[in-house]
């Protein structure tokens, strides 16, 4: 199994970000990948408010939209499987929303976050939080999504411990703060990660968001460990393989292109 961990620039701007994601889609599979994964709300950056509905839904797409709709169509071209995060519309409401696109079937995975976090607490009841936790099976195993703080939220994480996930992806937007103020403490920061998410599932993959906030810095984990991971605010893709969950991975880092 080769998946790549898709890291880069966001920016308030859904075309262009679209662009460099079908970009960066042809550049894993050039490199062999089955599964590419993006960050959470990869296709408008990590740049909405959380309060003001009118502003938000400018940054929002549809999940049967043009823009899924070229994601969906590149990835059966490409044989690639595909995982992101985006701010979704859906009937009037906001959901901080993920996917996972099969090549074959198209959208085979559809969730909304469960934890508040994405929003301000006195939000209009024009954002909505998700419920549930699915999961589906993959040729590689059976896979589960997360969004960012999801991972820490006692329900979210009991949802998805309880679909016995081989895989769990995480698609998160995190920034350097009071909790990890600096690169060196971000070490431990992901390292924190790594023991939280072996308790959902036995590997994970997880991209942070890279932008005017956001620090980047992908990693993959296998139980409690960090087997790979991208340095932060440095843009690529991170390729890593396994053969089985008992089989570390082994990776390369590409060499981003000038718009990343």
Known sequence: MRAVLATFDTQPQPERNLT?????M?????????LIVFAEAALSGFVFTG???????ALAVTVDGPELEQLVHAARQLHLWVALGFLERQEGHLFDAAVLIDPARGVVLHYHRVSPGWRW???PAD???GQTVPSVATPFGRVALLLCGDAFHAGAAALATAQRPDLLLLPFARGLDEDAPT????????QLYAETLARIAPRSLAVNALGPTHVGG???????DVI?????????LLFVDWAHPSVPAHHLISSPKEYL
């Open 228 to 236: 790979d991971f991208q340095p932060l605010h440095r843009p690529g």
């Open 26 to 34: 042809t550049q894993a599979a050039s490199g062999g990948a089955q």
């Open 218 to 224: 992908a990693f993959h984990t296998c139980g409690p």
């Open 183 to 190: 690169e060196a403490a971000w070490t431990q920061e992901r």
């Open 121 to 123: 607490p006195d939000a």
């Open 51 to 57: 309060r003001n509905a009118d502003a938000d839904r």
């Open 20 to 24: 460099v994601m079908l970009d960066l």
């Open 127 to 129: 954002y909505r939080d």
